[in-house]
């Protein structure tokens, strides 16, 4: 997976950096980039970022309450 990740990040700089192509194509492609590297990291590290979130609202309702 790293390894389409860096080809398709060169892609996206090389479209970024070459001034005769279409820029909008390469900014589209960073942005599909971070989408799917977010959602396989939210995909991965569901279980620890719902724990640290209920934490965070205990400790508020606490103070709250």
Partial sequence: MKKHLTNAFLKARNALANRNGDQM???L???LIVVVVGAVFMTLYQG???QIWNSIVSKITGLLS
């Fill in 48 to 50: 620890s970022i719902t």
């Fill in 29 to 31: 492609i960073v942005v």
């Fill in 25 to 27: 194509t390469g900014w």
